[in-house]
């Protein structure tokens, strides 16, 4: 079936294709989320929304949840990891935003479209936070920042050690399902976990690794 026309008062009706009609359908996708959340996401809502049918929907994503991930996307942000100039204050800050992030309406909707993806590595690692690349770059940005000022050791510049704290928050979250992290919890995390772990890797012995 053809992609539908543009329905605008007194238009004659001009045919989107491609971009125009993928961008018409995400930006609506993108508001129903905003206003719903995933679960109320539909594909029919969409469809009246961005003035198009369900066939054009599904001819570019061919689930909900396929189309849920696409749009939120589209909302997303990305943030320059911080340089405070101190590993503490950068690490506390980078949990921080992840805490309002995930404790508000968009984070909201990113737990569920986590829910939903379940175990499907292939969907989780198209969300922007939760991708392994995206999330280990900017931790490994603020490690490799303190090793070069002197405050870890290159030893400590390993992706599983660079993000552990933020997995532990995460599972605030997703396995506690709490609504947000209290801050004593976040430096908790940091001061007792993540510090004295940058800290030991330093300490090992050269043939000792982490796997």
């Given at each position: ?183 004593e919890v976040i430096v908790e995390i940091v001061d007792e976990v993540y510090l004295p772990l940058v800290r030991q890797r330093g300490a090992t012995h050269p043939g000792e690794r982490?796997?």
């Amino acid at each position: 079936m053809p992609d539908e026309l543009t329905k605008r008062p007194g238009a004659t009706g001009t045919r989107r294709r491609g971009a125009v009609l993928e961008e018409a359908i995400l930006r609506a996708a993108a508001d129903e989320l905003i206003e719903s959340g995933y679960a109320g996401l539909t594909m029919d809502q969409v469809a009246r929304r961005a003035g198009t049918n369900k066939n054009a929907i599904y001819r570019r994503w061919p689930s909900r949840l396929a189309l849920g991930i696409a749009a939120y996307r589209q909302l997303a942000t990305t943030l320059q990891p911080p340089d405070t100039g101190d590993l503490r204050d950068d690490v506390l800050e980078l949990l921080r935003r992840a805490n309002r992030h995930w404790s508000s309406p968009l984070g909201m909707v990113l737990r569920e479209l986590m829910s939903a993806a379940g175990g499907a590595t292939e969907f989780v690692a198209q969300l922007p936070e939760q991708s392994t690349d995206a999330v280990a770059a900017s931790w490994l940005t603020v490690l490799g920042r303190a090793i070069a000022r002197g405050e870890a050791s290159p030893e400590a510049l390993h992706p599983r050690v660079a993000t552990v704290a933020v997995v532990l928050l995460r599972n605030e979250f997703v396995v506690r399902g709490v609504p947000t992290a209290p801050d004593e919890v976040i430096v908790e995390i940091v001061d007792e976990v993540y510090l004295p772990l940058v800290r030991q890797r330093g300490a090992t012995h050269p043939g000792e690794r982490l796997t």
